[in-house]
């Protein structure tokens, strides 16, 4: 770490280096591994009677599964979270132990991860607002086609039906 990497904060936003956007998204796969493996852990732990983050052989296997799923995800770096994700990679019943796995960590991740928990919360939202967006744009579209298509007809008709 060099010298000007150490003063970029202090720095004004005009003279800081320039980030590629595609960073922070590999970091947030990352972050959602790590995210996956501490909830394993303390679901385990609480479930299992395994210990100091030990996994049993059945929720090892099935993080094994749900990581190289993960890694293969047809997304690539864009993926969403995987609770907020429209495709099922792991299959019907991994998916749901998984999804039973990460709610059931829920409430015991904010005692033994609170920021993790917190910003793997504050993410969910915000793929949550995106999806919301997405879904507006796409009906605004859809609704700007069907006023289209409706005009065109009432064209159509004003000429062959001139009064």
Same mark, same amino acid.
């Given at each position: 770490? $060099?010298?000007? #990497?150490?003063?970029?904060?202090?720095? =004004? !936003? &005009? %003279? &800081?280096?320039?980030? #590629? =956007?595609? !960073? $922070?998204?590999? !970091?947030?796969r990352l972050k959602e591994k790590e995210n996956i493996k501490a909830? %394993?852990?303390v679901y385990c732990n609480a479930n299992h009677d395994t210990k100091d983050g030990k996994l049993c052989p059945k929720c090892t296997a099935l993080l094994?599964?749900?990581?190289?799923?993960? $890694?293969?995800?047809?997304?690539?770096?864009?993926? =969403?979270?995987c609770d907020h994700c429209d495709e099922k990679c792991f299959g019907d019943t991994p998916s749901k132990t998984f999804m039973e796995i990460m709610e059931g960590s829920r409430n015991r991740m904010l005692l033994h991860h609170p920021m993790?928990?917190? &910003?793997h919360k504050i993410t969910g939202m915000g793929v949550e607002y995106a999806k919301q967006k997405q879904n507006d744009a796409a009906a605004q579209k859809e609704e700007g086609r069907m006023k289209a298509k409706a005009a065109k007809a009432r064209k159509r008709k004003a000429r062959k039906n001139p009064k």
């Open positions: 770490m $060099g010298f000007m #990497d150490k003063i970029q904060k202090f720095l =004004p !936003e &005009r %003279f &800081r280096k320039k980030k #590629d =956007p595609s !960073e $922070g998204l590999k !970091e947030n909830s %394993f852990a094994t599964n749900v990581l190289l799923k993960i $890694g293969k995800c047809k997304y690539g770096i864009t993926k =969403p979270l993790m928990a917190v &910003r």
